[in-house]
């Protein structure tokens, strides 16, 4: 399962417009992560614009300026095309499903202009106190890799 395809669930908060994880891989098997032999990624949701929520992924040990913190070792050299990222870099997001969006979306492109395809099903938005089932959006997303800074744009 180590190269399967990722489905990325983004349960978006109270105020419909955020939401936030990471993803840490590493081989499983030795220490080798200290080494900076990892995939370490943040995964955000966010309101963009007045009718925009953007989703987006970015590498986080490069973040701190290519010094990251891993497993309480401080890496001292860190390379984002690492082996293991080498090893998975075919590896993708098939699909990202969006939870409690409060309206239907009008178009979904990734940051190059290219338009998504995806469906959604009417329901409850995450925004406020309602209850009930969440509306659902998914999105087929094969061309976004799990070891690539990338950003989709849903227009609302």
């Given at each position: 399962m180590k190269k399967?395809?990722?489905?990325l669930?983004v349960?978006l908060d109270?105020t419909g417009?955020?939401?936030?994880?990471?993803?840490y891989?590493?081989?499983?098997?030795?220490?080798?992560?200290?080494?900076?032999?990892?995939?370490?990624?943040?995964?955000?949701?966010?309101k963009?614009?007045?009718?925009?929520?953007?989703?987006r992924s970015?590498d986080?040990?490069t973040?701190?300026?290519?010094r990251g913190?891993?497993?309480?070792v401080t890496l001292?050299?860190?390379?984002?095309?690492?082996?293991?990222?080498?090893?998975?870099?075919?590896?993708?997001?098939?699909?990202?499903?969006v939870?409690?969006?409060?309206?239907?979306?009008?178009?979904?492109?990734?940051?190059?202009?290219?338009?998504?395809q995806?469906?959604?099903?009417?329901?409850?938005?995450a925004?406020?106190?309602?209850l009930?089932?969440?509306?659902?959006?998914?999105?087929k997303a094969?061309?976004?890799?799990?070891?690539?800074?990338w950003?989709?744009?849903?227009?609302l």
């Open positions: 399967d395809p990722f489905t669930t349960a109270k417009f955020g939401a936030r994880g990471e993803l891989l590493d081989d499983g098997e030795t220490y080798a992560h200290q080494r900076g032999e990892l995939v370490w990624r943040e995964f955000v949701a966010s963009s614009e007045k009718k925009i929520l953007s989703i970015v986080l040990v973040r701190g300026g290519g913190a891993v497993d309480g001292s050299a860190y390379d984002a095309q690492n082996a293991l990222a080498r090893d998975l870099a075919g590896v993708t997001v098939e699909r990202i499903v939870l409690g969006l409060e309206t239907k979306p009008k178009s979904i492109k990734t940051q190059n202009g290219k338009e998504l995806w469906s959604f099903n009417e329901g409850t938005s925004k406020g106190k309602k009930g089932t969440a509306s659902v959006l998914t999105i094969r061309d976004v890799h799990i070891v690539k800074d950003s989709i744009v849903v227009e």
